[in-house]
């Protein structure tokens, strides 16, 4: 019973050595078993310093352990390195190079503003000198007057379209409403004359609003068209270069890549095929990568560090490639952006953020730092990315719709904007000086879900550094930018949740002192964003209480005493399709004019003409299925975020992202009832006016099918080889693509799961977590009756009842884990429960045994 059920033996032969290795090891073991595994670390630790403590030996053999595992990830034993107390650790990190960066507060009170003003505390901009002052005022006095133009050009649509909209709406005596005469008689009586004028003013406002929303769309899509058509653009933030400039080796870069809990083989194998596109271009001397990880799955986290061994072994990035996992996840992606340049940014010019989906080719980084050499007031500069490497049909329709219609939207902005637009928080260079000094954010002043620390960070350092006086320019003509999108509606609404949150957060900066108006507007347009589709809902609900109102009440002819003549209801059916024609052609219109770049400059990428105009139309069809679905889901994650709900949304594992048939319909349920029960009541109440809502009322009842199979490969890979939705990606894939596919095919055959237990009993893993761990402190007694009591608790529960953050409290401290893998070990027989389910768990031989 107490016969050891795990020999030395069994760890000698999980160690990556050839096996006369293995067998020299064998003959050193004593005699004794419990004597056995401390010797055998003894031996494995070639003369490192004893331990103090029998269990704590395994911290003596984990340079060995990894240098035997790893041997071609550590620059030549340049990676080791030991803490305060001769502990083995990876210099995963250079060395720190502290900056200070400390945020402002925010000041969004006017009257505290204008007092500022008052005693001269205003922001002041900054220019290098004269000439850069005067090559900045050209192109902002011309932003100015486009802007001009397109505000005066939106009001005057929007003002012409609600007048045609007043004069549509039935009910024309608001000339003759009295308010005196409605006090004065029955109540009842006045409900009754009043309340068809109240729903048309709230439907005559909520018109107004969204058709000035659609027409500044419009606009921008109409002067994107017209930019790329022409293909010169004077104010380019690439204008003037030929892209083979020498790139300044004083002024480096880094590549920053900031992670939570990502696919770790998707991650490594996009970053990979980047940094190889970088060493293509013969300039990786001016670049470096930092994985930046908040991970606090302890699975994942190990992952994330063998795939950084694995990384730095094939591509020779000793020096180069950089992980560190933060142990204070403070400000989610800002503040670990903000980490980083605090301890290292100082020793860079440039950083360029990167998505854990991210991949750019060498051309686009190294083009990306020649705009910043070429233009030094520039302080952010944003490629543009492009969708691709989905194959669900829901993913491979909008991949399609976002390579087709961007260039126009994003050539779009760039005009009316020009040196004060978009930062979208990834595939883009920052000017790392200025954003330390003037991009750290400051939690939101006071209490409830619109307070507390910035969600969607972006746009807010964008407006800081233009506050600051440095341009933050969309490099829109960059090629060789890339990005995926979710596979799924349900996985998009998701992060929609997030985003939702975090624009209608920034609206409290609106009125913060020394905005750029721009940027204020782009607030405003990120509220937009989701808060049209609330009022598009109320549009849609006061339209069918009216159609309520005209069909079950009695018109109210007289509207005034001794009124001669009586007010008719008037229906005005030509126009009303006049208006309902211009709606649509301000939302088509921008998509035709897509489809007729691609005809002029060649439909052969996308499948040729006739294949990419069905295109058009199916996505336009599947456009106008999911806009009534998107529109209740945002107006809930509006209504939520104001009212402070939490919305919990945990979607069950899934193969290839499908969405099951029971989540379609726990997610879609609700709208199907609400279409069918509007389309009857609207049925049974007038035909005529069903037709009008058909477009959103089925919509909303075939919801859950369209989830469903548009979440579907099957479905994809079918549009696929019919060249559907093709885009030149997937036509002509570039070699970062390719590379990417053949890089996460590679990760996922050794691919490492269920990794705390792997850095539990496994002698690599184990030496790995160890050395990384991030828990480094020095002796105390009281910290060793704590550690004692951490392992003994663990180790007297079931592994599977563990929960995640002690799992991961024990892999952040080298000293518990050494422990814990010690006395499972040597005392095996004890732990029989933690073996069984380590041997009960599916292993990957390509992973637990790393590449000798």
Request: hydrophobic letters at 45%; aromatic letters at 12%.
């Amino acid at each position: 019973m107490n016969k050891p059920t795990v020999l030395p033996t069994d760890y000698i032969d999980a160690l990556p050595l050839p096996p006369e290795r293995k067998g020299a090891l064998r003959e050193t073991l004593p005699e004794q078993p419990e004597e056995a595994f401390v010797q055998l670390h003894h031996a494995l630790a070639e003369g490192a310093p004893a331990a103090e403590r029998p269990d704590d030996v395994p911290l003596e053999s984990v340079k060995s352990r990894i240098e035997m595992s790893w041997p071609d990830s550590l620059g030549r034993g340049e990676q080791f390195d030991t803490d305060e107390l001769n502990r083995t650790t990876l210099k995963a990190m250079p060395r720190h190079s502290r900056s200070s960066m400390y945020p402002e507060a925010w000041r969004t009170n006017p009257v505290a503003r204008a007092w500022d003003s008052v005693r001269g505390r205003k922001s002041t901009h900054r220019y290098a000198n004269a000439e850069e002052q005067r090559q900045e005022d050209k192109w902002r006095h011309v932003g100015s007057i486009r802007r001009y133009i397109l505000l005066l050009l939106t009001i005057a649509q929007t003002v012409v379209a609600t007048w045609y909209m007043k004069t549509i709406l039935p009910y024309q005596g608001w000339a003759l409403i009295d308010p005196m005469e409605m006090i004065n008689q029955n109540w009842q009586q006045s409900v009754l004359q009043i309340l068809p004028y109240v729903l048309q003013t709230g439907i005559l406002f909520l018109f107004a609003v969204l058709f000035c929303w659609v027409s500044a769309g419009f606009w921008t899509a109409l002067m994107g068209f017209l930019q790329l058509m022409m293909g010169k653009d004077k104010y380019s933030i690439s204008y003037g270069l030929n892209g083979d400039e020498p790139i300044n080796p004083e002024h480096r870069t880094a590549l920053i890549m900031p992670i939570c809990n990502e696919d770790v083989e998707r991650v490594y194998a996009g970053l990979r095929a980047t940094w190889e596109s970088v060493v293509r271009t013969g300039e990786q001397q001016n670049f470096d990568v930092y994985i930046l990880s908040d991970s606090y799955n302890p699975d994942i986290a190990l992952a994330e560090q063998k795939a950084w061994m694995e990384l730095v072994r094939d591509v020779g990035g000793e020096g180069r490639i950089f992980y560190r996992r933060r142990r204070r996840r403070v400000k989610r992606k800002s503040g670990n952006i903000d980490d980083f340049c605090r301890r290292w940014g100082s020793q860079y010019s440039y950083m360029v953020v990167l998505d854990a989906d991210s991949v750019m080719s060498g051309e686009c980084l190294t083009g990306l730092v020649r705009m910043m050499e070429a233009n030094p007031n520039a302080g952010i500069i944003q490629s543009s990315p492009k969708a691709s490497g989905m194959d669900t049909l829901y993913a491979r329709c909008q991949q399609f719709a976002t390579r087709v219609y961007g260039p126009l939207f994003t050539a779009g902005l760039h005009f009316w904007q020009l040196g004060e637009s978009h930062y979208w928080g990834h595939n883009a260079i920052i000017r790392v000086a200025p954003f330390i000094e003037h991009c750290a954010l400051a939690p939101l002043p006071g209490e409830g879900s619109f307070a507390g620390s910035i969600l969607s960070h972006d746009f807010v350092e964008a407006a800081l550094m233009r506050r600051a006086g440095w341009g933050v320019w969309i490099a829109y003509d960059l090629p060789g930018s890339y990005e995926e999108l979710p596979p799924n509606l349900l996985d998009e609404l998701k992060r929609d949740r997030r985003w939702c949150h975090g624009n209608l957060m920034n609206f409290r900066l609106f009125l913060v002192k020394g905005m750029h108006p721009v940027h204020r507007a782009v607030f405003l347009t990120g509220v937009m964003s989701y808060l049209s589709a609330p009022l598009w809902f109320m549009f849609l609900a006061l339209s069918t209480a009216l159609q309520v109102v005209h069909t079950l009440m009695e018109p109210q002819y007289f509207l005034q005493p001794r009124q001669l003549f009586p007010v008719w209801p008037q229906w005005r059916p030509e126009l009303a399709i006049a208006l309902f024609s211009t709606t649509m052609v301000l939302l088509f219109l921008p998509k035709l004019l897509s489809i007729m770049l691609i005809w002029f400059k060649g439909a052969k990428q996308y499948g040729g003409v006739m294949r990419v105009t069905l295109s058009l139309f199916l996505e336009m069809l599947f456009s106008v299925l999911l806009a009534p679905v998107r529109m209740l889901f945002h107006t809930i994650f509006v209504v939520s975020a104001f009212l402070g709900w939490e919305v919990v949304w945990n979607s069950p594992q899934r193969d290839d992202d499908a969405t099951p048939w029971s989540e379609a319909f726990k997610r879609h349920g609700w709208q199907m009832a609400l279409g069918i029960v509007w389309a009857a009541g609207m049925g049974w109440l007038d035909l005529n006016f069903l037709w009008w809502l058909a477009p959103i009322v089925f919509s909303l009842i075939l919801s859950p099918f369209v989830s469903v199979y548009s979440s579907r490969s099957t479905t994809g890979n079918a549009s696929k080889r019919a060249k559907l939705f093709l885009i030149p990606e997937e036509y002509e894939p570039p070699k970062e693509l390719m590379d990417t596919d053949r890089y996460l095919e590679l990760n996922r055959e050794r691919a490492l799961k269920d990794g705390f237990m792997h850095a539990v009993f496994n002698p690599s893993f184990n030496a790995l977590a160890s050395a990384m761990a991030t828990s480094r402190h020095l002796k105390s007694d009281v910290l060793e009756f704590a550690r004692d009591r951490q392992v003994d608790q663990a180790l007297s529960e079931s592994p599977a009842k563990l929960d995640r953050d002690r799992r991961l409290a024990l892999i952040s401290d080298p000293v518990t884990l050494s422990r814990m893998h010690y006395r499972l070990w040597q005392h095996a027989d004890k732990y029989h429960d933690w073996f069984d389910y380590y041997k009960s768990l599916k292993m990957n031989p390509q992973a637990i045994q790393p590449k000798p």
